[in-house]
Each structure stands twice: as C-alpha cells, then as structure tokens.
C-alpha cells in the first residue's frame, strides 16, 4: 500500500483529499482482480480501517454531519465484504489449541467442535453472494472516488488532525479508566477499536516527530494487537459455550481455563501497557503534537 502522511504544506482538504483517494483507490486495487481471494478481501478491509482512521482524525474540520455519513458509509462498505470472518478466526484459533491438548478424548471433541462450524460456515456462504457484494463495494467505490473533492470541509489548517488525534486518544484513555471497574470483554473491545484508530493515526502523523512517534506506533499496534488476540478468544469460548452440551461439559473444562488463563494474562499485559501509553492528559496531545510542526510550515496558514 502506498504510504499516506499528513503534509504541513498542504491545507487541511488537500491532505484529506489526498489520503482518502490513496485508501480508496487502494480498496479498488484489491477487489478488482477477476478472481479475489481472502488475501485480496482482506487488505481492502484494512483501507476501510484506515479511512475510518483517517476520518476521525479529521472530524473538527469536517461538517459533523458529513463525518457521520462518511465513517457510516466506509463501515457498512467493510462490512458488506465481512463474510464468514468470525467463524473463520475461530477456526484458526483452534488449531493450536487442539493440537496441544494430550487427551484424545478432547483433542476428538474439539475437532468435531471445528467441523461444526466449517459446515455452519459453509451453509451460510451458501446463503451469501461474495461476488455480487464484492461487485456492488467496487461500484461504491468507485462513485465514492469521484466525489472526494465534494466532502464538506469547514476549516483548512491541517492542525485541526492534531485535535482529531486527541479526541482518539482521550476515548481511550477514558476507556483504559472505565476498565479498572469494568473488565468486562465488551469493554475491552471497544477499547481495543480506539487504540487501533490511534496507531493508524500515528502512522500517518510520523514524519512530523519519528523517533518519538515510531515508538508510540510500536506500542498502539502491540497494544492493538492483544487486544485482538482477547477478541478472538472471546469468540472462540462463546461459540464454544453453544455447542457444549451438559453431558460434554467435562471435555470442554481444560479447554476453558486454558482460554481464561490466556485473557487474564493478556488483561494484565494490556492494561500494564494501556497505563504507560495513555500516562498522558488528554489535553496535552494536541500540544505536543503541534509543537513539531516543521519550522518551513510554520506559516504557511496564518490566521
């Protein structure tokens, strides 16, 4: 993917402009070849994380309303391409963990387990139509491409992304806070989506401070990262939790500590990270960031 990046020589509708086109065009790229594969459907679902990213970091310089519409807009487009996704991590999820167990009595369980849900999966792309969804995102795109220029912006210093990186990181912080009363796997989820709209905004702020910014990169997509793993085996221990049945619930029982041992400890390296990445007050983001602007963009949009 093209790298994208906030420039300080341009206005703010330039750079978003810019950066969207780049994402979106990206998506295109990926959902054009005759035949797409997981590979392709994934990436395309990354640019839509990353649009979606990019559009909070804009949303002080946007008409609310067209912030609104946009991420609503690039969300059901990710969504529309999400599949069997769910089923599919699962799937993945369990194969370590069916081949680490000794007892031939739950490694078959699990395995049944697995070959559960393969058959609901394909039994539900069954009923779905990839190939028309992809069809109707491409066309989506597309029109979306052309009107780019057209987006409501109301303010034209590109500052206004430092804001928009601030607010990200004061729901996450505030998210980190409501954690300590609630750790509830919910919580954690929502967490987990700011802190990933976090490392994306810093990825695209970078070049304005790379030594201190690369390390905040580092430490969001590791922190982004856990949090997917809990995400994941939520979904592998709900689904598990559906297809025990009483009788079995013994086969099952090493397979649920393991899966609670694993979160707690992501729960205690998460929030052990969590405390150290969002040590900062909301207030001083905007600060600290404007006060890299480069010296030759300055004043380039005085008041």
């Not at 739950?106 to 009923?127: D, V, Y």
Request: with cysteine; proline share 3%.
């Amino acid at each position: 993917m093209e790298y994208i990046e906030v420039r300080f020589g341009e206005t703010f509708g330039q750079n978003l402009v810019r950066m969207a086109g780049t994402l979106n065009r990206e998506a295109i790229k990926q959902l054009a070849p005759a035949k797409v594969d997981a590979k392709n459907i994934h990436e395309a679902r990354l640019c839509f994380k990353r649009l979606r990213s990019l559009l909070r970091m804009a949303r002080h310089g946007l008409d609310q309303g067209e912030f609104r519409r946009l991420n609503t807009y690039y969300r059901n487009q990710a969504r529309a391409l999400a599949g069997q996704r769910d089923h599919t991590v699962i799937s993945e999820t369990l194969k370590p963990i069916i081949k680490s167990r000794d007892s031939t009595e739950e490694k078959a369980f699990l395995i049944r387990f697995r070959a559960r849900l393969q058959e609901r999966r394909n039994k539900e792309a069954g009923k779905q139509n990839l190939e028309s969804a992809r069809s109707e995102v491409m066309h989506q795109l597309t029109k979306m491409q052309a009107q780019l220029t057209q987006w409501k912006v109301i303010e034209d210093k590109p500052e206004l992304f430092f804001l928009g990186v601030q607010t990200t990181y004061g729901q996450a912080r505030k998210e980190l806070a409501q954690l300590k009363s609630d750790m509830s796997d919910h919580m954690l989820h929502e967490w987990r989506k700011h802190v990933k709209y976090l490392w994306h905004q810093m990825e695209m702020l970078l070049p304005i401070w790379p030594v201190m910014l690369k390390a905040w990169v580092k430490e969001s997509k590791t922190l982004s990262q856990l949090l997917g793993r809990h995400h994941d085996l939520v979904l592998v221990e709900t689904a598990l939790r559906e297809y025990t049945e009483p009788e079995l619930e013994d086969l099952a029982l090493t397979t649920f500590q393991d899966l609670g041992f694993e979160k707690s400890r992501i729960e205690r390296d998460a929030l052990n990270l969590g405390a150290k990445l969002f040590s900062l007050r909301q207030a001083n983001i905007y600060r600290m960031l404007s006060e890299c602007i480069p010296d030759s963009a300055q004043n380039a949009f005085p008041d």
